[in-house]
Every structure is written in C-alpha cells, then in structure tokens.
C-alpha cells in the first residue's frame, strides 16, 4: 500500500488538498473445511482473496468557492464460490469504480443571510464475473451502472432577531440507470434493463423564539419522484432551556425511503421487478429530557 498527499500552507489564498493511493494484495491461503474434497484442491485457495484499490482525491477552494473531485476504482477476488460458483476458479471477481465532482458556492446574501448552492456529477458502476459449471463452464456476467447530475441551493435568512428562515430545493437528473445479467459464451441474456429519470424537492424550515429560553423549528419538505409522484414530510420541534443544566425537547417528524432501481426493476434468481413499489415511511414522537450532573456527567 502506498499513497501520497499534498496541501498548500494554510496562509495560502488557494486552499488546495490532494491525495492518491494505491493498495495490492495477493491475499491469503484459505482452508474451506466445507470443500475438503480432492475434485475442489481439498477445500484450499491461494491468492483468489486478492484485491487491488486506486483512490483520488482533490480539493480546491479560493473564497466562497469550492470544487471537489474524486475516484475509487477497486477490484477484488472471490475466494468462497459465491452463489454456487467453481470453488478455486481465478476468474471469478467484482471490479467497481466510483467517481464524483462537486462545485460548491458559500456566501452572504441579503445583509446578514447566507446561500449555499452546489452542483455535482456522479457515476457509479459495477461488473461481476462469475464462473458456473452448468455444465458446460460457462461464465456468467452481472453489471450495474448509473451516471447522475444534480443541484442543491439553500438561503438562510434571518428574518428578525428571534426568528431564521431556511428555504431551498434540489434537483437531480438520473442520466443512466442501467443493469443487466447475462451469460459470455454462448450468449444468453437473461436480465438488460436501462432506465432514465428525475427528481425534485422544495423544503423550507422555520425557527423562531418566542421566549427566551423556548426555541420552535417548523419545517416541510415535499419531493417528486418519476416513478411513485410526490410524498411530502414535516418535521416539529420544541426546545425549552429549564434552567443553565436542563433541556426538554419535544420532537416529531415524518420521513421516507424511495425505492432504488435495483428494488423497482431488477428480475432474475430471487428476485422480481416490481416498477409499482411505493417508499417506506417513518414516523418518529420523541421526548427527551438532557440534565448535565456535575462537570463530567
């Protein structure tokens, strides 16, 4: 394993980060007791644990400005016979990158409020090799692969002294969402889907503090999938300061989990499509009482 990193002094005007490193490993010899046979090396692998990993990172930022990228590219043996596959066979292995840049903007507005605003782009994708003996050996291919963009902008207002207005909306653009399953020879696809799709929300939040020792924050988020429409998801929160030692806080919110394209479209061994998924949804009460005992309880 080895890596290298490089940063500017903090009295510079650009605020520049890098790194790179790189990682090898042959693996280790594994004894498998549930493959102690002579057809399958008596249960031994050598060296099918092995993994190789190359990771980027960069940072550069001057001002209110910020852009960000990076990249893990990893690949790794299988040394288990997973799902059933030859145990002892080399060819076996999952690769998957992983890559992202982000621009990002921090700055005041409006007097004493402040913006935030950042767009981005992002890939990810996957391939699984496997080797099967039908027979004949045959190997079998599984892939996945997504390609996204999106923005994100919010504005913090103070609106007077004893009341902060957070509002904002998001943005994303599914470019490719693809994945498939498939044999290499003789070719026989059993799975090859690919979809495209967007995605959007508004949120805004309030705190305000009608007391001195009372804080309320009242906010809404509503998004819009493609796939299920809208859901929309308040959240309430009540914070009293007893006294210097004592917070009570009295909380609830309502949130959601959108189906993932795996879950909506993917058909094949156990599973099945079902495009018709709906998100899973939480609801939360919470009371929580904080008492600081002493200086270190």
Do not use: C
Not at 111 to 127: A, E, T, V
Not at 268 to 283: D, F, H, Q, R, V
Request: proline residues 6%.
């Amino acid at each position: 394993h080895g890596a290298v990193r490089f940063g500017t002094p903090a009295t510079s005007r650009w605020n520049v980060v890098a790194s790179l490193s790189r990682l090898d490993s042959r693996g280790a010899r594994i004894y498998f007791r549930e493959f102690d046979d002579p057809a399958t090396n008596n249960g031994i692998v050598d060296a099918l644990d092995d993994d190789q990993a190359t990771r980027f990172f960069a940072s550069v930022a001057r001002g209110p400005f910020t852009l960000q990228t990076g990249y893990v590219e990893r690949k790794k043996g299988i040394p288990t016979a997973s799902f059933g596959t030859i145990f002892n066979d080399p060819r076996s292995r999952t690769p998957d990158l992983r890559s992202y840049a982000d621009l990002r903007f921090e700055g005041p507005v409006a007097g004493n409020g402040s913006i935030l605003s950042r767009i981005y782009f992002d890939r990810y994708w996957y391939s699984g090799t496997y080797e099967y003996d039908y027979p004949p050996v045959t190997q079998f291919r599984d892939f996945a692969d997504g390609t996204w963009w999106g923005n994100e902008t919010n504005v913090t207002i103070p609106m007077t002294g004893a009341q902060t207005l957070v509002a904002g909306a998001e943005f994303r653009r599914n470019i490719r969402q693809a994945q498939g399953s498939y044999d290499i020879e003789p070719r026989y696809v059993y799975f090859d889907h690919s979809v495209d799709s967007n995605i959007w929300a508004v949120f805004a939040q309030d705190e305000f503090h009608p007391v001195q020792r009372l804080t309320l924050s009242a906010g809404l988020r509503y998004d819009h999938y493609e796939t299920f429409g809208g859901t929309t998801n308040p959240r309430f929160g009540a914070i009293y300061a007893a006294d210097p030692a004592t917070n009570v806080k009295i909380l609830y919110g309502r949130a959601f989990r959108s189906p993932i394209a795996y879950e909506l479209y993917y058909s094949g061994g156990t599973s099945k499509a079902n495009p018709n998924l709906k998100p899973e949804t939480i609801a939360t009460y919470e009371l929580v009482l904080d008492r600081r005992l002493g200086r270190n309880l």
